[in-house]
Antibody
Framework: QVQLVESGGGVVQPGTSLRLSCAAS????????MHWVRQAPGKGLEWVAV????????YYAESVKGRFTISRDKSTNTLHLQIHSLRAEDTAVYFC??????????????WGQGTLVTVSS | DTQLTQSPSSLSASVGDRVTITCRAS??????LNWYQQKPGKAPKLLLS???NLETGVPSRFSGGGSGTLFTLTISSLQPEDFATYYC?????????FGPGTTVDVK
């Protein structure tokens, strides 16, 4: 079965960097676009970024453009999110998700359990 | 960029009630609209895609409709496990957006 397991979260100081990872299994990783979605404590879902199945295209929410970098490693079936210059407002649970690339509406049909990033001095 | 609004932001209902949540897009998105359910401390779960296509395994009491700028999610007879927050989400011009969510709680 499809499994997505995030890691790399924790308590970090403002201005530092962090790399989140998402280990994928149970499906052909190279066939699917992958996303990061975050949720600040008590708030709604915010889409962060997507990387296409082949890694050739990446798109970001305006709120994170320039500080976040999404990448993928097909040799290890792992999705990454590099975050630079962390701010208090980046505090959130970060979910990785797979979209149903064959479906024109690109629904996010599988999600990980999330990893919590807390930015605090 | 396309923005999504949801109404109401929260509602209180009883088991057996019919519940309808509305999602409005700031521009025409055809049927590029998906619905998710999220329970506290859990990842979101996809309920419907393409505005009205029910995911495998999702109970038939859930239904969706609409196109263009106005969409609805209806729960025909609310069950105890349906108390949760519901989000619409759209894909447009290579970007994705979630609505602000609607929380359904116990009356």
């Amino acid at each position: 079965q499809v499994q997505l397991v995030e890691s790399g979260g924790g308590v970090v100081q403002p201005g530092t960097s962090l790399r989140l990872s998402c280990a994928a299994s149970g499906f052909s990783f190279s066939d699917y676009d992958m996303h990061w979605v975050r949720q600040a404590p008590g708030k709604g879902l915010e889409w962060v970024a997507v990387i296409w199945y082949d890694g050739n295209n990446k798109y970001y929410a305006e709120s994170v453009k320039g500080r976040f970098t999404i990448s993928r490693d097909k040799s290890t079936n792992t999705l990454h999110l590099q975050i630079h210059s962390l701010r208090a407002e980046d505090t959130a649970v970060y979910f990785c998700a797979r979209d149903r690339t064959s479906d024109g509406t690109l629904p996010l049909d599988s999600w990980g359990q999330g990893t919590l990033v807390t930015v605090s001095s | 960029d396309t923005q999504l609004t949801q109404s109401p932001s929260s509602l209180s209902a009883s088991v057996g009630d019919r519940v309808t949540i509305t999602c409005r897009a700031s521009q025409d998105i055809d049927t590029y609209l998906n619905w998710y359910q999220q329970k506290p401390g859990k990842a979101p779960k996809l309920l419907l895609s393409g505005a009205s296509n029910l995911e495998t395994g999702v109970p038939s009491r859930f239904s969706g409709g609409g196109s263009g700028t106005l969409f609805t999610l209806t729960i025909s007879s609310l069950q105890p496990e349906d108390f949760a927050t519901y989000y619409c989400q759209q894909y447009d011009n290579l970007l994705f957006t979630f609505g602000p969510g609607t929380t359904v709680d116990v009356k």
